[in-house]
């Protein structure tokens, strides 16, 4: 048999190597012949190629040679193949050295090897598939090494329970990861995938499968190793596509729920660098074109045979290098088939003492409580489930390794059974009783029994071994773990909780998602009682991983539940065992799970000591706060900090507390915002008020940062802040008034005796949340009631003289905030109304004596309304500002009875003419009539005003309430305009004064962009015309200005037929006169309205013949003028001309007969020119192109 040179192909057996030139097979014979001549020297990378005849590989029953027959011996098997006819001895394969490699855990070496094959066109099957599979390379923490045949470390038998992990095979230590070779650490990657959130630890140890599972693993061959991690989750992805193709929608759902580590969306969270297999079906139906390997076959990836190794190893040891040679592995085989074997017996001893010390504890029970000699039963027959017990009763004294608990934890403990009895029962019964009761078979009596259960002794003969063997037909089974737990029922509470420990972590996964929380009562019933702290641990983990995103319904659930074992429990076991329960979920990446923690920490509260509260708790609210991105879990923490400021008692986290306020109020959600109204700011305003910091510290700050605000937005006011600091103002407004009642003189008096006064429905404005109800915050409706009748009484005849709460807000609060008022910018209809809606509620909540006596006074100090002011600048400066309209919205409109309304109207009438007679600007008086017109309640009376104004003797005043009515008009209704405005907007267009009548334009025009009645429109229209048409008014400059300047506003919202026949053809006329015009000025006035007006009506439809007669002569007359008077309108102009023109032409040549805007023509051609490439696109036959243009039915 011919032997390989190094690196060569195959020549023996006929092998021919079809990567090899015949150039090389020469080279490889002389150099293979001049070897031998020297004698066989091994090195590395000298072998067989796999191919060839002389290959040892473990899948060919010849592999030792061609001698090799069926009943000879490994080692002659070897001798032959390597003697070879008396020849030199053949080298060795290089297969047979990657199994020795790989049995020996030389890992590095074999991946070398490996890649010096690649390099050389050479690839081995076996490395290959080893090095491919990243299951090979799982880390397994805890196994024990060597589950595998005895005698064989490391490479797992049929049926072992370690599978054939070569990570574990040497002293069950992990496989270190080598980062100088990047092979192996990215054959590791497929364990550390970037799911970075995955909860669950898919590591299974051996020690927690249970010892009668591992026992029938061992004895049955059908039985298959136990499933890997990558394994399943690789099934589980292909389980839920089938779900998915097949419709089992449901299904699915609840699959990929109780699977929450995984995502079945994308293969490569699987975490196998291999592409995604065939789905389940199509490897269902390829199955039989495989063929099955048999029970004596492993999967080379995984391990080598026995038979192989063992006939491999006396010749490996003899002829492989020193590098190869490893003289300590027989010792090391010993070794480990040793520990296996005590292992295996230790773990037996294990599950075996720890059903005996739970009868004993049992047993122990009952004595404890019961305390009576136990009778002897003669003649019991031991059930099978006794026979752990008895086996091994001699050894109880021993010192074994016994688990805490049934979940297969891993720490352990030295427990002596006696050591166990006697920390729980007298040493006399721990080493006489039990054994005895034990042996004789007594049955466990329930401690509510007064006698032990007494069984009928049959009148028989038989032996007790007979009557044994003949129940273990009995098909019982007290083994496994369920079988343990069923053959025996608990007979204390204290043995049920023991049971319901350890079996409800067995039951939780294997219960519907959608009812899940009907286990919540037994959870936490289990967790309140259970006596060990780690079993308490465990359960509560549970609780609040029951349901991977539950709703509002189950998390409520599980709060009421967390509330009630907070109850039983006390303070301490709640930091101990919820709170950490919390903590680890805080930046889970469900926020359903966040959304629980954040309420959790508000439920809980009352619960928590209160240090816990003020520190831990306001810590962890505070974090989610400012970190969390979902706004439902940042209003449940909003909600939350408000309950702990209910309870919170330390001064020193006043100023957090604050902070807190502050971030929340500036909060981009409005969800969390109004969640800070309603819970936060009220409870944190309650702590404050005990505190005495509400009038000291709170408001006046909230009142500076206003102030700083306005000082610093002169140029540009940020709103958004200004509303957010108001709005907090607004809603300490309740706080306040209750501050001043409880401190008020007569507060010592007030008692509840007697018929209690009915409070009036209107008497306070409707509060946002209940926290912000001034009777909640009182303590009392009845005590309100009491209370607010003392202080209407106090207001109205004993004044105010050392009521300091109150005189704070007369002296202090109210100047401060009219100081505020009058500073911000009249024209920001935004401002104007929210500090209207600060005065309204803070004088309906102080009442109307208050308002009156207090309120009134002081702003009527400041706005001076007499004849007097006219001509005084400070007087019509204050008119101009936004202390107008704050008044007459805010604190006028408080009250509706009659003598307020006549207030409000003779403030409005005053604010008019004083301010039309000193020539000031009417911001003022227009911002007071957007705000009351808003509210169709005032319509009349701002008509009425406006009527007074009609019927004034000054032209100014007249002027000023033609103007006013452009602004009501929008929100009145068609009835009160036909009935009301119009006849008043008739008569001014008749007054003497031309600055009247033209004041009327604006307001006729937008009666004509509003109003939809028929004769309305054309009362206006009439009205209008004579203004154009009239030759008294061809010179009136003015006039022609407003006419176009309101022809630009409402022409492109008025009827499409009023600016047809109307607007655009008089706007063609304004500008054929203006070509006319000689004053310069005038008409550069004139046409640059005019420009404005045609560039609002070029968006509009305009039809064929309107674009020809009016609307392009129109735009050549404009472009005349602005050639000589502005040129940079003339290139705009051009171009508009020239695009108008364009259309034209264009609908001329396409809808010779058809009426089209620019507009629409623009969107005719798009639309046209995405129809086409659509149809560029089909490719369906005619009879189906046909059926795309039929109507739907």
């Known amino acids: 048999m011919a032997a390989m040179a190094p690196g060569g192909g195959g020549g023996g057996g006929g092998g021919v190597n079809p990567f090899l030139s015949d150039s090389d097979e020469e080279d490889d014979e002389v150099a293979a012949t001049e070897e031998r001549r020297a004698g066989l020297r091994l090195g590395t990378g000298v072998g067989l190629d796999p191919g060839s005849a002389g290959s040892l590989s473990p899948q060919d029953p010849l592999a030792l040679g061609s001698g090799a027959r069926p009943g000879v011996p490994a080692e002659a098997a070897a001798a ?14 290089i297969d047979a050295i990657a199994a020795q490699l790989l049995r020996d855990q030389y890992l590095l070496t074999a991946l070398e090897l490996h890649t010096e094959l690649l390099e050389s066109g050479r690839e081995l099957p076996r490395l290959r598939d080893y090095f491919s599979n990243p299951g090979n390379f799982e880390r397994q923490s805890g196994t024990p090494p060597g589950i595998g045949a005895p005698g064989i470390p490391g490479a797992a038998g049929i049926g072992g329970a370690a599978g054939r992990e070569p990570s574990t095979a040497s002293g069950g230590g992990q496989l270190n990861r080598a980062g100088s070779i990047s092979t192996l650490d990215s054959l590791d990657f497929a364990r550390y995938s970037d799911d970075g959130n995955r909860e669950t630890d898919e590591r299974v140890a051996e020690h927690e499968v249970p010892l009668q599972e591992r026992k029938n693993y061992k004895s049955s061959p059908e039985i298959q190793e136990p499933i890997k991690p990558l394994e399943k989750r690789a099934l589980n992805f292909l389980v839920n596509e089938f779900l998915l193709k097949n419709n089992y929608k449901l299904t699915s759902i609840t699959f990929s729920d109780e699977n929450d580590d995984q995502d079945f969306e994308l293969w490569d969270d699987v975490g196998l660098n291999i592409p995604k297999p065939p789905d389940l079906l199509q490897l269902y139906r390829d199955f039989g074109n495989h063929q099955v390997a048999g029970k004596d ?12 190794l063992e006939a491999l190893t006396p010749v490996l040891g003899s002829l492989l290098p020193p590098t190869l040679n490893t003289p300590q592995s027989d010792e090391n085989s010993l070794l480990v088939q040793t520990l296996e074997d005590k292992i295996s017996l230790l773990n037996s001893e294990k599950w075996s003492l720890m059903e005996q010390i739970r009868r004993l504890e049992s047993e122990m029970d009952f004595l404890k409580n019961e305390r009576f000699a136990i009778p002897a039963v003669c003649d019991a027959v031991q059930s099978s489930l006794d026979q752990p017990c008895s086996k091994d009763s001699t050894d109880s004294g021993q010192s074994t390794l016994v688990n805490s608990s049934d979940q297969g934890k891993k720490q352990k403990a030295h427990l002596s059974v006696s ?3 006697d920390s729980t029962i007298p040493k006399e019964n721990s080493s006489d009783s039990f054994p005895r009761r034990e042996r004789e078979g007594i049955p466990s009596s329930s401690p509510s029994s007064k006698s032990a259960v007494h069984f009928d002794k049959p009148n028989r003969k038989l032996s007790p071994a007979f009557h044994q063997a003949l129940l273990s037909f009995c098909r019982m089974s007290a083994d496994s773990r369920l079988g343990s737990e069923v053959s025996r029922i608990a007979d204390s509470e204290k043995s049920v909780m023991l049971m319901l420990g350890r079996c409800l972590p067995h039951i939780v996964p294997n219960v519907l998602l959608a009812k899940r929380e009907e286990l919540i009562p037994l959870i936490l019933c289990t967790a309140c009682l259970h006596p060990e702290p780690k079993e308490r641990d465990q359960l509560l983990h549970i609780l609040f991983n029951l349901i991977k995103r539950p709703d509002d319904e189950q998390r409520q659930m599980i709060l009421t539940g967390c509330v009630a074992f907070a109850r039983h429990v006390g303070p301490t076991r709640v930091e101990a065992e919820l709170l950490p329960q919390c903590w680890e979920q805080i930046n889970h990446k469900y926020p359903e799970r966040r959304l629980l923690v954040a309420e959790s920490c508000g439920a809980l509260a009352p619960y928590l000591p209160k240090e816990i509260r003020s520190s831990l708790v306001l810590s962890m609210l505070q974090q989610m706060l400012m970190e969390d991105k979902a706004d439902l879990v940042r209003e449940a923490v909003i909600k939350s900090l408000g309950i702990i400021m209910g309870y919170i008692d330390d001064p020193d986290k006043y100023q957090q507390g604050f902070e807190l306020l502050l971030s929340a109020l500036g909060d981009p959600s409005e969800r969390v915002v109004s969640a800070t109204h309603q819970v936060f700011l009220p409870a944190y305003a309650a702590w404050t008020t005990e505190l005495g910091n509400l009038q000291s510290h ?8 206003i102030e700083k605000l306005l000082r610093e937005g002169e140029h540009g006011l940020d709103e958004h802040k200004l509303h957010m600091y108001l709005s907090a103002l607004q809603s300490l407004i ?6 001043v009642l409880q401190n008020a003189p007569f507060s010592s008096k007030a008692k509840l005796h007697g018929e209690v006064p009915q409070i009036e429905v209107t008497r306070f404005p409707r509060p946002m949340s209940p926290l912000q109800d001034v009777s909640t915050i009182i303590g009392s409706r009845e005590q309100l009631a009491v209370l607010l009748q003392l202080y209407d009484y106090q207001l109205e005849h004993e004044g105010t003289t050392g009521w300091e709460s109150l005189l704070w807000v007369v002296n202090q609060l109210l100047p401060q905030l009219i100081e505020i008022v009058g500073k911000i910018n009249v024209t920001s209809t935004a401002c104007v109304h929210e500090f209207s809606r600060f005065f309204w509620r803070l004088c309906r909540t ?4 208050f308002t009156n006596t207090k309120v009134k006074p002081q702003f009527q100090e400041i706005l001076r309304l007499s004849e007097e002011n006219i001509d005084s600048s400070a007087g019509n400066g204050v008119l101009t500002k936004s202390t107008v309209p704050i008044y007459a919205t805010g604190v006028l409109t408080c009250y509706i009875q009659e003598e307020d309304r006549k207030l409000l109207v003779g403030f409005l009438e005053d604010v008019m003419t004083l301010l039309s007679l000193s020539h000031a600007p009417l911001d003022s008086l227009k911002a007071s009539f957007v705000e009351l ?6 319509h009349e009376l701002l008509l009425t005003v406006l009527w007074y104004g009609v019927v004034h003797t000054s032209a100014l005043v007249r002027c000023t309430a033609a103007r006013m009515f452009e602004l009501l008009v929008k929100g009145v209704n068609e009835t009160l305009v036909a009935q009301r405005v119009v006849p008043a907007l008739i008569t001014l267009s008749s007054d003497p004064e031309i600055s009247v009548r033209i004041a009327t334009i604006p307001a006729f025009g937008t009666i004509m962009e509003t109003v939809i009645q028929r004769e309305l429109l054309e009362r206006v229209k009439m009205q209008l015309a004579s203004f154009l048409e009239d030759p008294q008014y061809q010179d009136q400059h003015s006039l022609h200005t407003e006419i176009i300047k309101t022809f630009g506003r409402v022409g492109p919202n008025a009827e499409p037929r009023f600016r047809d026949e109307f607007v655009i053809p008089h706007l063609h006329k304004l500008a054929l006169v203006n070509n006319l015009q000689i004053v ?6 004139i046409a640059t309205h005019l420009f404005e007006a045609y560039s609002a009506l070029s968006c509009c439809f305009i039809s064929e013949d309107l674009m020809v007669n009016h609307f392009l002569p129109g735009l050549r007359c404009l472009r005349t003028d602005m050639e000589q008077l502005s040129p940079e309108h003339e290139v705009i102009l051009s171009s508009m001309i020239k695009e108008c023109e364009q259309k034209v032409e264009n609908k001329t040549v396409q809808e010779p007969q058809g009426s089209m805007s620019i507009a629409a023509s623009l969107v005719s051609e798009d639309t046209k020119t995405k129809f086409l490439n659509k149809m560029g696109q089909l490719t369906t036959s005619g009879a189906m192109l046909a059926n795309v243009f039929q109507r739907k039915k």
């Open 933 to 938: 017109g808003a509210n169709p309640a005032y």
């Open 1080 to 1085: 310069d000025s005038k008409r550069l006035d």
């Open 734 to 739: 309740p706080s306040l008034f209750a501050l």
């Open 80 to 93: 032959m193949a390597l003697g070879g006819a008396g020849e030199t001895p053949a080298r060795l394969s």
């Open 297 to 308: 076959l492993v999967d080379v990836a995984s391990g080598v045979e026995e038979d192989e």
């Open 698 to 705: 709170l408001i006046p700050t909230l009142l500076n940062k």
């Open 846 to 849: 102080f009442g109307k004596i």
């Open 419 to 421: 050591d166990e009895v």
